[in-house]
Each structure stands twice: as C-alpha cells, then as structure tokens.
T-cell receptor, first 114, second 110 residues
Framework: KAGVTQTPRYLIKTRGQQVTLSCSPI?????VSWYQQTPGQGLQFLFEYFSETQRNKGNFPGRFSGRQFSNSRSEMNVSTLELGDSALYLCASSLAQANTGELFFGEGSRLTVL | QKEVEQNSGPLSVPEGAIASLNCTYS??????FFWYRQYSGKSPELIMSIYSNGDKEDGRFTAQLNKASQYVSLLIRDSQPSDSATYLCAAGGSQGNLIFGKGTKLSVKP
C-alpha cells in the first residue's frame, strides 16, 4: 500500500514569490492535514481537509491556503513568501478526523526562502 | 501555558537503560494522547496512543497517563541506539486537529 506522497521534496524560492505544494494521501484516507515544522516552533497545525472541505484551520496568516480535490489529493499554497516561511511542510492523512491521532505523514516538502 | 509541553532535551541514556520522556498538557486539549517518533531527516510515525488513566504497554514501550496531574509519559525499557530520535507528544485539539509538543530528543549511547 503506497504511503503519503508529497511533491516537491525540496524547493528554493525568493521573498515575494508564491509556492504550491502537493500531497497525495494513502488510498482510502479522506482526511488530509498540513503542518509546518521548524526547529524553534516544532510542528504547527496549518489546516485539515476532509471530503474537499476545510474542517479546521490553525493560526497562520491568510497567505497560507489550501484545498482538497475529489480524489482526496490536497494542495497548499503560500503567497508572498517571507524568510520566516522557510520550513519543512508535512502532510498527513488519516481515515478519520485528525484528532483521533492516527496520522500517517509524508516525507515533507522542505522550503527555503531566500 | 501551552497546550502540550515537553522538555526539549537532549536526553541521553546508556544502552540498556530506561528512557523516560514526559509531557504536560493544558485543559484546552481533549483526552486522547499520542506519542510519535521522528528520526533525523524523516517524518513522524505513531508509536503509542493512550486514552485512559494508567499504563499501556507495547513491547519495550509503556505510555502512562495521569489526568489529575495532566501529564503523559513514555518509558522505553532496554533502550537501544536505534531508539535515538525525537519523541513528539500529541493531544487531540478542541477543533478536531492534533496538537504536538516541540519534542524531546533522545540519544542512546552504546
């Protein structure tokens, strides 16, 4: 059974640009959550999607957005990139709502903003 | 108080010893708790979940939950160098999300 796939794995952008990250969940999983991981702040919740609807959103500015498609694949977008957006962005899929705890993480997309 | 707090470590134990990892939580989280392990350069993976007061054992791992004191712990018996990783405590959030602590880095010395 294929795991959670995230693309691209690495990317470098400059301030002011925008970026789109993609996540394909495990087959059959309808919930997709996104997290930002940095050494200083740890894993911080961005948002969760279930059946194409955003169910929850963390405390991030509106520059961070996402969506989920009918096949459960999800994308997140960050516009007007800032240096502080440099981080590992992790996607996780689950069968049920994210707070059940059984999240399966992808390998992440490492974003560097110069 | 943050919703989920952990001592960042690093925690260093000799091979074969018991490693004890601790986590405290606030009233703002639900009563579902999880331990994830993250190896350097890898993504987190679930190793234990606990929902009721008391101990839950799985092989060399024991999770302990004390709701009165609002703490969760993970004990690793007979620690091995392969257990060296960052251990993340997580709790269910009120909005349906999963809230993570910053993690405790464990180093098991041969």
């Amino acid at each position: 059974k294929a795991g959670v796939t995230q693309t691209p794995r690495y990317l470098i952008k400059t301030r002011g640009q925008q970026v789109t990250l993609s996540c394909s969940p495990i087959s059959g999983h309808r919930s997709v959550s996104w997290y930002q991981q940095t050494p200083g702040q740890g894993l911080q919740f961005l948002f969760e999607y279930f059946s194409e609807t955003q169910r929850n959103k963390g405390n991030f500015p509106g520059r961070f957005s996402g969506r989920q498609f009918s096949n459960s694949r999800s994308e997140m977008n960050v516009s007007t990139l800032e240096l502080g957006d440099s981080a590992l962005y992790l996607c996780a899929s689950s069968l049920a709502q994210a707070n059940t705890g059984e999240l399966f993480f992808g390998e992440g997309s490492r974003l560097t903003v110069l | 108080q943050k919703e989920v707090e952990q001592n960042s470590g690093p925690l260093s134990v000799p091979e074969g010893a018991i490693a004890s990892l601790n986590c405290t939580y606030s009233d703002r989280v639900s009563q579902s708790f999880f331990w994830y392990r993250q190896y350097s350069g890898k993504s987190p993976e679930l190793i234990m979940s606990i929902y009721s007061n008391g101990d839950k054992e799985d092989g060399r791992f024991t999770a302990q939950l004390n709701k009165a004191s609002q703490y969760v712990s993970l004990l690793i018996r007979d620690s091995q160098p392969s257990d060296s990783a960052t251990y993340l405590c997580a709790a269910g959030g009120s909005q349906g999300n999963l809230i993570f602590g910053k993690g405790t880095k464990l180093s098991v010395k041969p």
